[in-house]
């Protein structure tokens, strides 16, 4: 099995910035693609940004130039540095990994979330 540990998330103002952070443990022979999804109250799950193990990067449009995601092998980690946050970035944001196990099994595994809100 694998564990998703986020932290990071808070209460910020407008135009303030957080950083979230992502680890994963357990049973890990390698970790693929990593990425953030965000959740706000009466909407779907949307994908804000993933990263490959390579360091290939995509972003929604909404956050295009404000966020950046980036990840640490070495440490299974994944970060989302967000900066210029807006009200509208308001949500729980939930960090997602794809394991590979050693005999080339895949499985997407998510953490518990973590609150993100922007007050105006």
């Known amino acids: 099995q694998v564990q998703l540990v986020e932290s990071g998330g808070g209460l910020v103002q407008t135009g303030g910035s957080l950083r979230l952070n992502c680890a994963a443990s357990?049973?890990?022979?390698?970790?693929?693609?990593m990425g953030w999804y965000r959740q706000a109250p009466g909407k779907q799950r949307e994908l804000v940004a993933a990263?490959?193990?390579?360091?290939?990067?995509n972003y929604a449009d909404s956050v295009k130039g404000r966020f950046t995601i980036s990840r640490d092998n070495a440490k299974n980690a994944v970060y989302l540095q967000m900066n210029s946050l807006k009200p509208e970035d308001t949500g729980v944001y939930y960090c997602?990994?794809?394991?590979?196990?050693?005999?080339?099994?895949?499985?997407?595994?998510w953490g518990q979330g973590t609150q993100v809100t922007v007050s105006s």
């Open positions: 357990g049973t890990i022979f390698r970790i693929n693609a």
């Open positions: 997602n990994a794809e394991r590979e196990n050693i005999a080339g099994v895949r499985g997407r595994y």
């Open positions: 990263i490959t193990r390579g360091g290939s990067t």
